[in-house]
């Protein structure tokens, strides 16, 4: 990658940015790399709006960057930079109507679009940040737990209406977007497998379905090797289904399954 990039770890986009930190963070390598991340990153946070943009100069505030953001300066020492952020997430992008999280604000506007990748990415920052309160709901960490556990379910019920199935996001970068948020359930449902509390019971529960349930669709949709960009049809070789993410991201989801028989993550 180092080749491909020049010897540059860094992009303009912060939302690519923290996808690093967080693969060096997974692998334990190279922590000097992962400290200049985590620097870029809290330093970009603009004080005006109290969250990331989305790449430098932008106007644009969206989830893309301050989830895997705030993940990142969680697990290099700066909760409270992450919590913050996550707290601006909470107050500026979560829909009321659905309980989902949306895209973004730009030029003070909120931009409604609702996307499987923004979910799962803002799910695994609220396990990270309420990790410490799983089990004692007095902590003030709990909010996060309760903040997942209602997110979770309100993916469910978004895809009720389409037999629990992601809506597809096409290829390039949308290619991955429903494995970001399959591998983060099969997460959710491994930390919450052991509560006792009936709400965590819930969203485990919810989250075992949703992975398996687009993770079976994925595999009944399979053709000569290939994986859809879309589960609701056949593959096929042409267009999106042609795409490296598509693939990755079906083998995340396939991947997320596997853990959930088990019972762990990987």
């Known amino acids: 990658m180092t080749l491909r990039t020049l010897g540059r770890w860094t992009t303009p986009f912060y939302d690519d940015i923290a996808w690093m930190g967080l693969g060096l963070f997974s692998s334990g390598a190279d922590t000097r790399a992962l400290r200049k991340i985590s620097r ?51 107050s500026t992008l979560d829909d009321e109507a659905t309980g989902l999280v949306r895209d973004g604000v730009e030029h003070g506007v909120v931009r409604s679009e609702l996307w499987t990748y923004n979910q799962g990415a803002t799910i695994g920052l609220e396990l990270l940040l309420g990790e410490a309160a799983l089990g004692d709901d007095a902590d003030p960490a709990w909010r996060h737990v309760r903040r997942a556990r209602e997110l979770i379910l309100a993916v469910e019920r978004w895809c009720a209406a389409d037999d629990g199935l992601f809506p597809a996001a096409g290829g390039g970068d949308g290619g991955l977007f429903a494995g970001i948020l399959a591998r983060y359930l099969a997460e959710a449902a491994a930390e919450f497998a052991d509560s006792d509390d009936p709400g965590s019971e819930r969203a485990a529960a919810a989250a075992r379905r949703l992975v398996r349930r687009n993770a079976d669709a994925l595999w009944d949709a399979r053709r000569d ?38 019972g762990l993550t990987s």
Request: hydrophobic share 55%.
């Open 40 to 90: 870029i990153l809290g330093e970009a946070i603009d004080p005006a709006h109290g969250a990331l943009p989305w790449s430098v100069g932008s106007d644009l505030y969206n989830a893309p960057a301050n989830a895997p953001g705030a993940a990142v300066l969680a697990l290099t020492g700066h909760r409270a930079e992450a919590v913050a952020l996550a707290g601006w997430m909470a």
């Open 225 to 262: 090797g290939l994986f859809p960009a879309d589960p609701r049809r056949s593959a096929a070789a042409a267009g999106d289904d042609l795409d490296l993410s598509v693939q990755l991201g079906a083998w995340i989801t396939l991947e997320a399954a596997a853990s959930l028989e088990r």
